[in-house]
């Protein structure tokens, strides 16, 4: 049996006990410790930690002596290294009952121990590393040895997840991560990222990587560019083409509802043009048609006889990129909302056995910027509330990723059952949080402005009960690095050296021809060193 680190002092309702301890260094908080109840460990959290006693104020009235020094002067002995420690309990785990909360703190002075590794991992954890379903996402914060934090990759990709960070605080990073082991061997997922800077095509670094192939499995990563991202017209519903055309009045709706109806199973937007002049030659129409052509005919993404089939987008082993960075944000709000209703109906199709366009397998999709996509007034608002409502019942997963949780609809961020929280400072962003994640205890929420980089709250049900971790390293390169604006500048600098005065300078402070002369010359060095700019740029 281990030896105990504390003793507890005294119950705080039916969650929460303090206990006394002398540890200076390992109760930190976050940390998880353990009492028995009949033989169980229940797994307790730390939640804050105070001196029990205190060195008297004339004690520290002189900077330069160190209160211990006093104390040991008079010959009284030490007695500030004493603690009170609270603790939340979170429960056990049962093989039959799952994880149990037993709503019984413990009594006074039972013996409270410091949670070993392995118990960590088969009280909170669903999953071991390496196993089918699992997701090996990080470590364990406030321990010095390597304790892995595991999710639950089938409750991920059902129920939906949710990854909330400041700008910098390495939320792109862990997804990358997340995606990395979506794409492992025990997983093989068919995987969708909606990539608007460009940052996720270093994944296909791992279509090389051993610790992504087996002996019958080597995973595909796709990397589409707009010009391979097409969205054929007659593929969108009536909303969404409505939704496309700005400021429609309620004749011109009338006349394009009329249009679109008879027209057949595929047509080309000039079909539609005739159509509406053939049902109506009037200033309505010649607006209308006016929209179609400016917004319709003048988008890239929509075209008349293109087509993105989703079986070449989506299949197990298989994880694709759709980098957006070079689309407006109409075009990118567009694209998300058609392929995520296909998707939808694809998957609803397979699992009522419809006709049609159809995906046998259970899909997930990674939406970075996400308050782009899931805010109210965004075009791709109403399939993103649908699917994050009842995308778990036909296999389709959705994992959020924004910096502004602010501006993600509370509904749609509610729906998310597992999520990772970085660093948040916003105080609205914090708010919105803590209104719409319930499964993080405001006492873990509290931490998110202290957090560092890559370091995580998570909670929900991918996971038995709230912990703290740091993000692993990724085994591909991470694209989204910011750049180092200053190295650049001295790198340049030193290559090419700085610009010489302007030509007027010059010409002050010389005179007749041998001004001249001097201007002419450091012209063209500094047009041979803009040159050699622009190739330095280049590269």
Same mark, same amino acid.
């Given at each position: 049996m281990p030896k105990p680190v504390g003793t507890v002092r005294c119950p705080e309702g039916t969650h929460e006990f303090t206990f006394v301890t002398s540890d200076k260094k390992k109760l930190k908080s976050g940390e998880f410790v353990y009492y028995l109840l009949d033989g169980r460990k229940v797994m307790c959290r730390v939640v804050k930690r105070k001196p029990l006693r205190t060195y008297p104020d004339s004690f520290l009235s002189n900077p330069s002596v160190h209160p211990s020094r006093i104390l040991k002067a008079l010959g009284i002995e030490d007695e500030t290294q004493l603690f009170e420690v609270k603790a939340c309990v979170m429960g056990y785990y049962d093989e039959k009952l799952g994880f149990v909360n037993p709503r019984i703190p413990p009594p006074p002075g039972e013996p409270v121990y410091l949670a070993e590794s392995d118990v960590i991992q088969e009280t909170l954890m669903k999953k071991k590393v390496g196993e089918v379903g699992s997701l090996h996402v990080g470590y364990l914060l406030n321990r010095d040895e390597d304790v892995p934090v595991v999710l639950d990759a089938s409750l991920i990709t059902s129920e939906h997840m949710c990854i909330l960070a400041s700008t910098g605080s390495g939320k792109s990073y862990l997804s990358g991560v997340i995606a990395e082991e979506l794409m492992k061997p025990y997983n093989r997922a068919a995987v969708l990222i909606l990539d608007p800077h460009g940052e996720y095509h270093t994944l296909k670094e791992m279509e090389g990587m051993d610790e992504f192939c087996s002996d019958d499995y080597r995973p595909r990563v796709r990397v589409f560019g707009k010009e391979e991202v097409k969205i054929r017209l007659c593929e969108l519903d009536y909303s969404e083409l409505v939704g496309i055309l700005p400021n429609l009045s309620d004749k011109m709706e009338a006349l394009l509802k009329n249009a679109y109806e008879s027209m057949p199973e595929k047509f080309t937007s000039q079909q539609l043009i005739e159509e509406i002049m053939r049902m109506d030659d009037s200033y309505t129409s010649r607006a209308l048609v006016w929209r179609i052509r400016r917004y319709i005919q003048g988008m890239d993404i929509i075209d008349d006889y293109v087509h993105l089939e989703l079986k070449d987008l989506l299949k197990p082993g298989q994880l694709s990129v759709l980098q957006l960075y070079e689309m407006s944000d109409l075009e990118q709000q567009v694209l998300a909302s058609v392929l995520l209703n296909r998707i939808l109906n694809a998957r609803i199709a397979a699992e009522k056995g419809r006709t049609g366009e159809i995906l046998e397998y259970p899909v997930f999709v990674i939406v970075e910027e996400a308050h782009r996509f899931a805010s109210r007034d965004?075009?791709?608002?109403?399939?993103?509330?649908?699917?994050?409502?009842?995308?778990?019942?036909?296999?389709?997963?959705?994992?959020?990723?924004?910096?502004?949780?602010?501006?993600?609809?509370?509904?749609?961020?509610?729906?998310?059952?597992?999520?990772?929280?970085?660093?948040?400072?916003?105080?609205?962003?914090?708010?919105?949080?803590?209104?719409?994640?319930?499964?993080?205890?405001?006492?873990?929420?509290?931490? %998110?402005?202290?957090?560092?980089?890559?370091?995580?709250?998570?909670? @929900? $049900? +991918?996971?038995? =009960? !709230?912990? %703290?971790?740091?993000?692993?390293?990724?085994?591909?390169?991470?694209? @989204? $690095? +910011?750049?180092? =604006? !200053?190295?650049?500048?001295?790198?340049?600098?030193?290559?090419?050296?700085?610009?010489? $005065? +302007?030509?007027?300078?010059?010409?002050?402070?010389?005179?007749?021809?041998?001004?001249?002369s001097g201007k002419t010359e450091k012209t063209e060095k500094r047009i041979i060193k803009q040159k050699n700019a622009k190739l330095f740029w280049d590269e």
């Open positions: 965004a075009k791709s608002y109403d399939v993103m509330r649908t699917i994050l409502a009842e995308g778990r019942k036909f296999g389709v997963g959705v994992c959020l990723i924004s910096q502004r949780p602010s501006k993600i609809d509370s509904d749609i961020l509610s729906q998310c059952m597992t999520q990772v929280i970085m660093r948040i400072v916003n105080p609205a962003d914090q708010e919105n949080v803590r209104s719409s994640v319930e499964s993080i205890g405001r006492d873990l929420l509290d931490e %998110l402005p202290g957090l560092t980089k890559g370091q995580a709250v998570v909670a @929900g $049900v +991918s996971i038995n =009960a !709230p912990l %703290l971790m740091r993000v692993r390293e990724r085994l591909t390169s991470h694209g @989204g $690095v +910011s750049r180092d =604006a !200053p190295g650049e500048w001295v790198r340049w600098t030193s290559l090419y050296g700085s610009f010489t $005065v +302007s030509s007027s300078s010059s010409s002050t402070k010389t005179g007749g021809k041998a001004g001249n």
